[in-house]
């Protein structure tokens, strides 16, 4: 998304057997950024209302699940339609020979998320790369969730991926980067690691947090 810099995550096991193989790593910042401005440019770009649009036309959210290995496959196919998406990825650096090699890999694996009107679904769901297209029926919810996922990949040094959320305590973070954002907190992964949920794919991106910085909802 134009404005907005991919960022970089780390996550553990691919095949993602056990959360407790999930190691957070912390990775360099050249800048900070301001969580609500992340937000801002977040609508900016994706505007939810236009009453001057049909349901047929009006651009809504779907979560393309792809074919495996297909994200980045999608993404530029979408680019070349002229299609808005977002591939969210975290940076995987390794070394070979004495060098650093950055590989960027998807947060999400198996999921490009579009924005478009329902009338260009069937050209989407055609494409090589897709297994099923799906519309969340809560459309402000999504948005508001990976708004925020995206605010935390531009702000927290550390933040990885948790693939199967579950039963927890719902948290307002009060003061950070990501002051004014609601989390999830579970027992299983402690107080102080707040989980940014996508409820519609059942996962979630989690950041370390100050227990003191979190407040009940």
Not at 85 to 102: H, I, N
Request: hydrophobic share 40%; charged share 25%.
């Amino acid at each position: 998304m134009e404005g907005i810099r991919q960022t970089q995550v780390i996550h553990g096991n691919r095949n993602f057997p056990n959360v407790d193989n999930f190691i957070p790593m912390k990775l360099p910042m050249t800048e900070r950024f301001d969580s609500a401005l992340v937000q801002e440019e977040w609508v900016a770009a994706y505007p939810m209302d236009n009453s001057q649009q049909t349901p047929d036309n009006k651009p809504i959210w779907f979560a393309a699940h792809t074919k495996p290995r297909c994200e980045k496959k999608l993404q530029a196919w979408c680019q070349l339609q002229e299609l808005t998406c977002q591939l969210t990825t975290y940076a995987s650096v390794r070394k070979y020979r004495g060098k650093e090699v950055t590989f960027h890999k998807p947060l999400f694996p198996g999921y490009v998320f579009l924005k478009i009107p329902r009338s260009l679904r069937r050209k989407v769901v055609q494409s090589d790369y897709l297994a099923n297209l799906l519309e969340p029926s809560d459309q402000a919810e999504f948005e508001a969730q990976l708004g925020s996922i995206l605010s935390a990949l531009e702000t927290m040094e550390e933040i990885w991926l948790v693939p199967n959320i579950g039963p927890g305590t719902r948290v307002l973070i009060q003061r950070g980067p990501l002051a004014g954002v609601e989390a999830w907190v579970e027992e299983r992964h402690g107080p102080e690691t707040a989980l940014l949920r996508l409820d519609f794919i059942g996962q979630a991106a989690a950041v370390k947090v100050p227990v003191e910085d979190l407040e009940l909802v």
